[in-house]
C-alpha cells in the first residue's frame, strides 16, 4: 500500500534502538501534532463537507498522544521539549498557496507523515521484541491506525483533484526520498 521510493535510513533504526526514552517524548510530540494537523485541514473549503472525519481522526491521534504520555509517566521519563524534524519542515517548505492547491499539498504531506510512521512503527514492532515487549506490542498496535490515516488523507486529496494528486505525489515522493537520505543524528522518530 505504502509508495516510498526510498528505504528508511539503516541507520535510524540502531539510533532509536538505542535512545528509547528521548525518542519516546519525541513520539508523544508527533502524535500531539498529528492531533492539532489534522484539525488544521478543516481550515480548508474543500473539506469543510469532511469535518467529521478528520474529528475523528483528530480524536484517533489525541488517543495515541495520551497512550504515550502514559507510558512515559510509567517509566518514568518527563514531558520535555520536541525536537523539529528536518524532513517533516522540508516536507512542509514546498506546499503551495492557493486554496485548491494548498489543501492537497497539505493532505499529500500529512499521509506521507502518517505513511512513514506507520512503516517505522511496523519496523519497531519488529525490532523489539526481545529488548521491550511492552514497547514491540505498543508500536504494532499503533500501524494500523496510521496506515489508515495515510489513506484516508490520499483520498481526500484525489477527491479534490486526482490529476492535480497524482502529480504532488510524484513530486513529494521524489522530495521524501531525497530528504530521508539526509543525515539526521538526533534520536527522533522522523
Ligand atoms: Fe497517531
Ligand atoms: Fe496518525
Same mark, same amino acid.
Given at each position: 500500500?505504502?509508495?516510498?521510493?526510498?528505504?528508511?535510513?539503516?541507520?535510524?533504526?540502531?539510533?532509536?534502538?538505542?535512545?528509547?526514552?528521548?525518542?519516546?517524548?519525541?513520539?508523544?510530540?508527533?502524535?500531539?501534532?498529528?492531533?492539532?494537523?489534522?484539525?488544521?485541514?478543516?481550515?480548508?473549503?474543500?473539506?469543510?463537507?469532511?469535518?467529521?472525519?478528520?474529528?475523528?481522526?483528530?480524536?484517533?491521534?489525541?488517543?495515541?498522544?495520551?497512550?504515550?504520555?502514559?507510558?512515559?509517566?510509567?517509566?518514568?521519563?518527563?514531558?520535555?521539549?520536541?525536537?523539529?524534524?528536518?524532513?517533516? $519542515?522540508?516536507?512542509?517548505?514546498? @506546499?503551495?498557496?492557493?486554496?485548491? #492547491?494548498? +489543501?492537497?499539498?497539505? /493532505?499529500?504531506?500529512? %499521509?506521507?507523515?502518517?505513511?512513514?510512521?506507520?512503516e517505522?512503527?511496523?519496523?519497531?514492532?519488529?525490532?523489539?521484541?526481545?529488548?521491550d515487549?511492552?514497547?514491540? $506490542?505498543?508500536?504494532?498496535s499503533? @500501524?494500523?491506525s496510521?496506515?489508515? #490515516?495515510? +489513506?484516508?488523507?490520499? /483520498?481526500?486529496?484525489? %477527491?479534490?483533484?486526482?490529476?492535480?494528486?497524482?502529480?504532488?505525489?510524484?513530486?513529494?515522493?521524489?522530495?521524501?526520498?531525497?530528504?530521508?537520505?539526509?543525515?539526521?543524528?538526533?534520536?527522533?522518530?522522523?
Amino acid at each position: 500500500m505504502l509508495l516510498f521510493r526510498e528505504k528508511i535510513p539503516a541507520d535510524w533504526l540502531p539510533k532509536v534502538l538505542s535512545n528509547l526514552p528521548a525518542v519516546l517524548v519525541d513520539h508523544a510530540h508527533l502524535e500531539r501534532k498529528a492531533a492539532t494537523t489534522a484539525l488544521n485541514l478543516e481550515k480548508y473549503r474543500d473539506l469543510y463537507p469532511r469535518v467529521r472525519e478528520i474529528n475523528a481522526i483528530a480524536i484517533e491521534e489525541l488517543q495515541h498522544f495520551e497512550l504515550v504520555l502514559e507510558l512515559l509517566t510509567r517509566r518514568g521519563i518527563p514531558f520535555g521539549q520536541p525536537f523539529p524534524s528536518p524532513w517533516i $519542515t522540508g516536507l512542509m517548505r514546498s @506546499v503551495r498557496n492557493g486554496q485548491r #492547491h494548498q +489543501a492537497i499539498d497539505h /493532505l499529500i504531506c500529512c %499521509a506521507l507523515i502518517e505513511g512513514r510512521s506507520c512503516e517505522k512503527f511496523q519496523v519497531l514492532s519488529r525490532a523489539l521484541p526481545d529488548l521491550d515487549p511492552e514497547l514491540a $506490542t505498543f508500536y504494532g498496535s499503533l @500501524v494500523e491506525s496510521e496506515g489508515n #490515516h495515510y +489513506a484516508a488523507y490520499i /483520498l481526500m486529496a484525489r %477527491a479534490i483533484d486526482d490529476a492535480e494528486t497524482d502529480k504532488r505525489l510524484d513530486f513529494y515522493l521524489d522530495l521524501d526520498a531525497k530528504l530521508i537520505r539526509e543525515p539526521n543524528p538526533v534520536p527522533m522518530l522522523h
